[in-house]
């Protein structure tokens, strides 16, 4: 499902992107707009009124073995606290609707902040697909107005499993927004890995399938970026993060759209990222 446009190599870094003012994703230049639309992925500059050092102590929290927060019970796979097969990663992972239930009110409110950002880039994202702004709002499930869904996960790799950091995948969702510790993280262009740095004072952005599918007929559509973690060693300061999926309510639609408002094709979310998930295993094998 995800695009094979990704042509432009990393020996100049990514490109850098801010939000104005007026909640307006801006690039400094035509060339880096279009070197994050080819990749998929770009830095953003943490936003002043983002408080990061809170939630960034919360997450390190989360580490001990002792913290309640590990006690939470799972909802179904996708939330809890959860240790994923196969991969290092150990993390406690909610929904927007449970994050006032779960987390400290200042961690439910940076994670509402992080609702801001995504709404801001995925509303750039359909200015420039040139899909007409009365339907943004059904092709994204709402998310556009503050509804669709949104996970906050804190994420640290457990270096006691030998086995990867993260495997190599596209995220299924709309939108990405991710705070590394540390050194790790590669993205795949023309059937190489390469590494992201870390980029202090700047979140990382990426595209996911679901905003990959929306887009797929309009003017610019936006490609889902393969990536992965390398195996975190015991020797290596503890990888921990923020992660934030901007996704589609998971029991919503799709809808596909061009640029005169006609449909194109859709599907459920349910069956979009179920072929995903059948893709992902398949070409483990």
């Known amino acids: 499902m995800s695009s094979s446009r990704h042509r432009v190599p990393l020996e100049a870094g990514l490109p850098i992107a801010t939000i104005s003012g007026e909640q307006r994703l801006v690039f400094a230049s035509a060339s880096d707009f279009d070197h994050a639309w080819d990749v998929g992925i770009f830095y953003l500059r943490i936003p002043e009124n983002l408080d990061l050092d809170d939630a960034r102590q919360f997450g390190r929290e989360l580490i001990s073995l002792d913290s309640a927060y590990r006690q939470i019970v799972q909802y179904g796979k996708l939330e809890g606290f959860i240790a994923l097969e196969n991969n290092q990663q150990t993390k406690l992972a ?11 009110a200042d961690v439910a409110a940076f994670g509402r902040q992080l609702d801001t950002i995504g709404i801001a880039i995925i509303r750039e994202v359909f200015n420039q697909s040139g899909i007409p702004e009365t339907l943004w709002d059904r092709a994204s499930g709402g998310y556009t107005s503050g509804g669709g869904d949104a996970f906050l996960n804190f994420v640290h790799y457990d270096t006691r499993n030998p086995d990867w950091g993260l495997r190599p995948h596209t995220d299924y969702g709309f939108i990405t927004i991710l705070d590394a510790s540390a ?7 023309d059937g190489q890995f390469q590494a992201v740095p870390i980029l202090p004072d700047h979140l990382i952005i ?40 901007a996704n589609p309510d998971l029991d919503g639609i799709l809808w596909q759209f061009d640029v005169r408002g006609e449909i194109k094709g859709s599907s459920s979310v349910e069956d979009l990222f179920a072929l995903l998930e059948k893709n992902l295993i398949q070409n483990r094998k």
């Open 94 to 104: 909610l929904r927007r609707e449970r994050w006032d239930q779960h987390y400290p």
């Open 183 to 189: 050194p790790g993280l590669q993205i795949e262009i």
């Open 206 to 245: 990426n595209f996911g399938e679901a905003l990959h599918f929306i887009t797929a007929h309009s003017d610019r559509p936006v490609g889902a970026v393969v990536h992965r973690v390398l195996s975190q060693q015991s020797t290596d300061p503890i990888r921990h993060g923020i992660v934030y999926f």
